[in-house]
């Protein structure tokens, strides 16, 4: 499946955004420090995950959270207050 996901750092609470095929992989990639991006802000913990059929939904829904930038509507989004 497809996936469109948000993490948030244990460390400092920043929020990550991010989509892929694999979700438990690229977990595991977020947690072992693999991902240069994320590497600084380790431990992450899932707070928002959605599947889609196919990765270019996945990849819009993607570049629409990222465009609320504010941490604000990261927040109201994974409440539920934003739809994609």
């Not at 460390?11 to 977020?30: A, I, W």
């Not at 059929?53 to 539920?80: P, T, W």
Request: charged letters at 35%.
């Amino acid at each position: 499946m497809n996936y469109v996901y948000i993490l948030q750092s244990e460390k400092n609470g920043r929020f990550y955004v991010g989509s892929t095929t694999d979700l438990n992989k690229r977990m595991s990639e977020h947690q072992e420090g693999s991902v240069l991006s994320t590497k600084a802000y380790k431990p992450w913990k899932l707070v928002f995950r959605k599947e889609f059929e196919n990765y270019s939904d996945a990849k819009k829904a993607e570049l629409k959270i990222k465009r609320y930038k504010r941490r604000d509507y990261i927040i109201k989004f994974i409440d539920g207050g934003l739809t994609l």
